[in-house]
């Protein structure tokens, strides 16, 4: 085998069914050409075998009955062949590849498990057969695939603005670029991808630094993911997020020309933009946020989905530059509508935060957490249902004197989640866990506790258990490091409960 073998996962059932239903087929198709087992001889004797070709079109994924999913890799028999000895690879770091599954067999398919966002690497070579005289090929066919969308490369030294903007194509397709492994790129100016649905992405392994510089922001109107890069925001000068709403929306996301009717507007659509997609950013680190993390910008918005995933998220703000750059911000800076006027409902309908850890190192008193802008959602969108999801989290003097969010929507058909959170120095999450709305959460699953300030009396009473978590202070002012493991940062909790919930990083 040309790959290294790290670990090694057997699917001997797996394997025995796909021989099965291969056999079944190949003597199907025996029987209608003519031939069965007793009649077809092999044409190819005395040979040396080559092995199959590979290509993208040789892969294919299935849903198992537990709702996993498998890769499944086909290809066309080789006359004369005595079998295949297979192979199959996580490459994500391509210097210490992990082996997933291994073996030989009869037939021309095997499967390994499915992930997302992941690379692989297979090898299939063909056997001989005694038999007929035919020896083994000497060479295994070796093809990568990958569970990603093709995307591309943006080169080392170009700045990604530019070159975003250069390469970005009008589609209705989902479209990628990718930065290489490790390296360091700039940011100098605004990339708006518009109304194309785009990821940006890194490595999983190997995070690519981009420095954001003053001018720098990603502006989107349509679905966003960006995932496995570090953002240096220490630069910006943008009033409002590091990713923000367009400030000219295509007039194809206005609320009339997708038809989406508001409820509190007679069943008509309301005068904003609405973002059905979601935006989704996964596993990635900011340093130094000057002012919000998202935001609706100058337009006004109905943003149905915003997810921050396995990410760390460093403010640098002290509320001097915008007393309305919340983390999360529904707050628009103009409300400009599509007809041109204002419309001042905009919402944010779905948060979702997990496995991460949002902190700021300075003391902040004039911002809020989230800032939801409108509490009434079918301002905007049909019904008046919403969600907001916070799962394995530590929240750290995050904005440690404001109330954590304004204006929660306050019906029953929101529902806010949240189990496994670690709160520290989040004044008055009272204004957050709106009392109209409906809950699922456990107080002793979430833990509270102040070092700079005081805890608000009805948070302790009701929306987490008081616990020293057994943080240094001094931590809590430090800047990411990107040059250091976890960035540099210790938030590992030690009391009995914090010990055991929070952002599962500090955990391990």
Known sequence: MLMKKNHLFTYSKICTLALIGVSALFLTSCAKDGFDEETFVSPVTN???????????????????????????????????????????????????????????????????????????????????????????????????????????????????????????????????????????????SIDFMDNKMTLRGSKVNHPIVIMGESAVIYTSSQLKLKFINFDCSAMTNKWGVIEMSPEPPATKSAEAQGIAAGKNSGKPADCYILQEPIIVQECAFKNVPNCFFSVGRCSWGIADLRVLNSVIQLKNDGSKNSN??????????????????????????????????????????????RFSNKDIDRCFPTADGTCTFMNNTFVRIFDKKNFADRTPQQAQYVITYYDNIFVDCFRLQKFFHQNCTYDYSKERNTLWAYFGTLDSTDKEKWGTEEDPGFNVDDLSKEIDFTQPNYGLNFKPSGPISSTIGDPRWLN
């Open 47 to 189: 040979t040396q075998m080559t092995s199959p070709e590979l290509t993208k079109d040789n892969f294919s994924s299935r849903t198992n009955s537990d709702g996993t999913e498998s890769i499944v890799v086909t290809w066309k028999a080789v006359l004369g062949a005595g079998g295949y000895e297979y192979a199959a690879y996580n490459v994500d770091d391509p210097d210490n590849p992990i082996e997933l599954v291994q073996g030989v067999l009869d037939g021309v398919t095997f499967t390994f498990p499915k992930a997302e966002d992941t690379k692989y690497m297979v090898s299939v070579r063909t056997l001989g057969n005694k038999k007929l005289n035919n020896t083994d090929a000497t060479e295994a066919t070796v093809c990568p695939y990958s569970t990603m969308i093709d995307a591309k490369v943006i080169p080392v030294g170009t700045d990604i603005a530019e070159f975003i903007k250069a390469n970005m194509t009008e589609s209705e397709d989902e479209q990628a670029f990718e930065l290489e492994a490790g390296a360091t790129y700039t940011c100098n100016g």
């Open 325 to 370: 750059s919340s983390v999360f911000s529904g707050y628009s800076s103009d409300w400009i509508a599509p007809s041109g006027g204002n419309f001042w409902y905009g919402c944010i309908k779905g948060i979702t935060v997990t496995e991460s850890t949002i902190y700021n190192c300075v003391s902040n008193e004039k911002c809020f957490t989230i």
